[in-house]
C-alpha cells in the first residue's frame, strides 16, 4: 500500500461517514471569484493543523504531497497515527524546527460549490505585522481560540487588526474541543465572551463552532457523534455560504499604474478597477488635477470591450488630450474619492522604531508616493478595547490613530468603503523600512481653523463640448478647479437639450 493510500486509510478511521466531495473538476470552478480568508488567533491554537485538515479532507493535498507528508511526519504522529497537518503550510525551516507560524501561506482548495484562498498567518506577537499583510485582502477571519485557554490578548489583537483591515465576518473556532470533553458550558461561555469583543469593534456577524482541527471535526465532516448538542454548521458549510466582499461600495475608481503611448495614435492609461464600473460614453474625472473626460474605449490584452468592472486590468482611452501620470486616480464624476492634504488614519506600526510624532515618512497608496507628517492622536489599549489619548510615539505592534497632513493633494476613499483606495503603508525614508500599514477613516473638515472644503461644495457643469474646452482653458478655472467639474455634452445631447428649450434644429 503506498504512503498515500495509508493516510488516506487512517483518516478514513477517524471522521464520520458522509457523503463524498464533488468530483466536478476544480478547472471549472475557478471562473468564479473565490471566498479569501485567514485564520489567526493566539500561538498554539491550532491554526496551520486547521487548515492542513482543511486542504485533506477536501482532497487538495496530492499523492506526492501525501507521501512527502506522512515521509516528514515520521516521529510527529499524533495518539491517532495521523500525520502532522501543519506540515503543509509550515514551510519554513525555521518553522518546522520551533513548530510555529513565521510567514504568512496561502492555499487553495475547493468543493464541489466553492472554491476557496486561505491564509494560514502567525499567531506570535512578534510576527503581527505578517497576519496584518494577510487580512489585508480577507473576505473572512477564522479566529482560533484554544478551548482549554479561552480568549488572549493576541486574539483581541488580531480581532481588532481583522476589524480594521474591514473584515466584518468572523468564524470563532473553538478548537482542541475534544480536549475539554465536549464541554457544552465551556463553549458557550467562549462564545459569548467573544461577541462581546466583536460588538465593541462594531462586528455583528459572528458564528461560533466548537470543533476538533486534529480529529477534523466540525472542519469538513460534522462531528455530531462526540457533540449531538451543536446543531450549526461545519466550517465548510458555513464557508460555501458566506458573501464575498463587494468592489462595488463606491464608484468607478481605476488608479493609473501606467500611460501607453505605443504610437502617435494611440495614448491609455492602465490600471486595475479598484470600484464600480465603466463604460464608454462615462464622464470621468482625472484626480487630484481635476480634468473631466469622456470614455471612448476600454481595451484589454486581447479586445475591445463594452464594460468593465471592478477587478479588470484595462487600458482606458479618453477622448481628449488631457494631464494624466502614474499614480493619479480616474475616477466617475459622480461619485469622486475624497481630495486634500489632511487626512485621519488608523495604523498598525510594524517595526521595533514603531512611528516617531511629527516624523516625515513615505506614503505609498497604489502607484502613489507621497510625503507625509504622521501625528499620533490615540492608543488602542487591547486588553480594555478602549481608545487612550496619546501623542507619543507608538511601539511595534500599537494600534493607533494619527493625522496625516501631507505636502500635496492626496486621493483616498475612506477604506470602509474602498480597501483599495483606502489603505496605505508607511515607509521610512532613512532606512526604507515598511514602518506601519494603515486605513483611511475620513478627510479632515477643518485645518489650521480654516475650512478645508469638502465634496457637497463641489459643482459639476455640464456643457457643449467647444464652450467646455473654452472653459477650462481660461486662468479663472485653473484658480478654482478645486470647486467645480465641466463635463462635456455629446452632440446627440446638446440637440436634446435645444429641443427641450424651444430650439428649432
Known amino acids: 500500500m503506498t504512503a498515500s493510500a495509508t493516510a488516506t486509510a487512517a483518516l478514513a478511521d477517524t471522521v464520520p461517514a458522509a457523503a463524498p466531495l464533488s468530483s466536478t473538476p476544480l478547472a471549472a470552478q475557478r471562473d468564479s471569484r473565490p471566498l479569501r480568508l485567514i485564520t489567526c488567533g493566539s500561538v498554539d491554537d491550532g491554526k496551520s493543523t486547521l487548515i492542513g485538515r482543511l486542504l485533506w479532507d477536501t482532497k487538495a493535498v496530492k499523492e506526492d504531497q501525501a507521501a512527502t507528508l506522512r515521509r516528514d511526519s515520521v516521529g510527529k504522529q499524533n495518539d491517532l497515527g495521523l500525520p502532522d497537518f501543519a506540515l503543509l503550510l509550515d514551510g519554513l525551516q525555521a518553522e518546522r524546527e520551533q513548530g510555529i507560524t513565521i510567514d504568512v501561506a496561502y492555499r487553495y482548495f475547493a468543493t464541489d460549490k466553492r472554491s476557496f484562498i486561505v491564509a494560514d498567518t502567525p499567531g506570535h506577537e512578534q510576527?503581527?505585522?505578517?497576519?496584518?499583510?494577510?487580512?489585508?485582502?480577507?473576505?473572512l477571519a477564522v479566529l482560533l481560540v484554544d478551548a482549554r485557554a479561552g480568549i488572549l490578548e493576541q486574539t483581541r489583537r488580531h480581532a481588532t487588526i481583522a476589524s480594521l483591515m474591514g473584515i466584518r465576518q468572523f468564524v470563532l473556532a473553538v478548537n482542541k474541543f475534544d480536549l475539554?470533553?465536549?464541554?457544552?458550558?465551556?463553549?458557550?461561555?467562549?462564545?459569548?465572551?467573544?461577541?462581546?469583543?466583536?460588538?465593541?469593534l462594531g462586528i455583528r456577524q459572528v458564528t461560533a463552532i466548537p470543533m476538533s482541527a486534529l480529529k477534523?471535526?466540525?472542519?469538513?465532516?460534522?462531528?455530531?457523534?462526540?457533540?449531538?448538542?451543536?446543531?450549526?454548521?461545519?466550517?465548510?458549510?458555513?464557508l460555501e455560504q458566506a458573501p464575498v466582499r463587494s468592489g462595488q461600495a463606491v464608484g468607478f475608481r481605476l488608479p493609473v499604474q501606467r500611460v501607453s503611448r505605443p504610437g502617435e495614435s494611440f495614448r491609455g492609461y492602465q490600471g486595475t478597477v479598484a470600484g464600480g464600473a465603466v463604460k464608454p460614453g462615462d464622464s470621468i474625472v482625472v484626480l487630484p488635477s481635476g480634468?473631466?473626460?469622456?470614455?471612448?474605449?476600454?481595451?484589454?490584452?486581447d479586445l475591445v470591450r463594452n464594460a468593465a468592472v471592478s477587478g479588470d486590468a484595462i487600458t482606458l482611452v479618453l477622448?481628449?488630450?488631457?494631464?494624466?501620470?502614474?499614480?493619479?486616480?480616474?475616477?466617475?464624476?459622480?461619485?469622486?474619492?475624497?481630495?486634500?492634504?489632511?487626512?485621519?488614519?488608523?495604523?498598525?506600526?510594524?517595526?521595533?522604531?514603531?512611528?516617531?510624532?511629527?516624523?516625515?515618512?513615505?506614503?505609498?497608496?497604489?502607484?502613489?508616493?507621497?510625503?507625509?507628517?504622521?501625528?499620533?492622536?490615540?492608543?488602542?489599549?487591547?486588553?480594555?478595547?478602549?481608545?487612550?489619548?496619546h501623542t507619543d510615539a507608538f511601539a511595534m505592534n500599537a494600534i493607533g490613530k494619527v493625522a496625516l497632513d501631507f505636502?500635496?493633494?492626496?486621493?483616498?476613499?475612506?477604506?470602509?468603503?474602498n480597501r483599495a483606495t483606502g489603505a496605505f503603508i508607511l515607509i521610512d525614508p532613512d532606512t526604507l523600512n515598511t514602518v506601519a500599514g494603515g486605513m483611511i477613516t475620513a478627510k479632515r473638515a477643518n485645518v489650521g481653523g480654516?475650512?478645508?472644503g469638502g465634496d457637497?461644495?463641489?459643482?459639476?457643469l455640464t456643457l457643449p463640448a467647444d464652450l467646455a474646452d473654452k472653459l477650462m482653458a481660461t486662468e479663472l478655472f485653473a484658480s478654482r478647479r478645486h470647486e467645480a467639474d465641466v463635463r462635456r455634452m455629446s452632440a446627440s445631447e446638446a440637440a436634446d437639450l435645444w429641443k427641450d428649450a424651444g430650439g428649432d434644429i
Open 456 to 460: 457637497e461644495a463641489r459643482v459639476v
Open 319 to 389: 477622448d481628449r488630450q488631457v494631464d494624466v501620470a502614474r499614480g493619479d486616480v480616474i475616477a466617475a464624476i459622480d461619485s469622486q474619492p475624497q481630495v486634500g492634504t489632511a487626512f485621519d488614519a488608523q495604523l498598525v506600526a510594524l517595526q521595533p522604531d514603531g512611528i516617531q510624532p511629527g516624523k516625515r515618512y513615505w506614503l505609498k497608496a497604489g502607484a502613489r508616493r507621497q510625503r507625509v507628517t504622521v501625528r499620533p492622536t490615540s492608543l488602542l489599549d487591547i486588553k480594555t478595547g478602549v481608545w487612550l489619548a
Open 180 to 200: 475539554t470533553n465536549y464541554d457544552r458550558a465551556r463553549f458557550e461561555e467562549i462564545a459569548n465572551e467573544f461577541r462581546e469583543i466583536a460588538l465593541s
Open 216 to 238: 477534523g471535526e466540525n472542519v469538513v465532516y460534522d462531528g455530531r457523534a462526540a457533540m449531538p448538542w451543536y446543531e450549526g454548521p461545519t466550517l465548510v458549510e458555513f
Open 127 to 139: 510576527y503581527t505585522r505578517n497576519m496584518a499583510t494577510g487580512a489585508s485582502t480577507a473576505d
Open 291 to 301: 480634468m473631466v473626460a469622456n470614455v471612448t474605449k476600454i481595451v484589454t490584452f
Open 450 to 452: 480654516l475650512h478645508a
Open 407 to 417: 505636502d500635496e493633494q492626496a486621493v483616498f476613499d475612506p477604506y470602509e468603503q
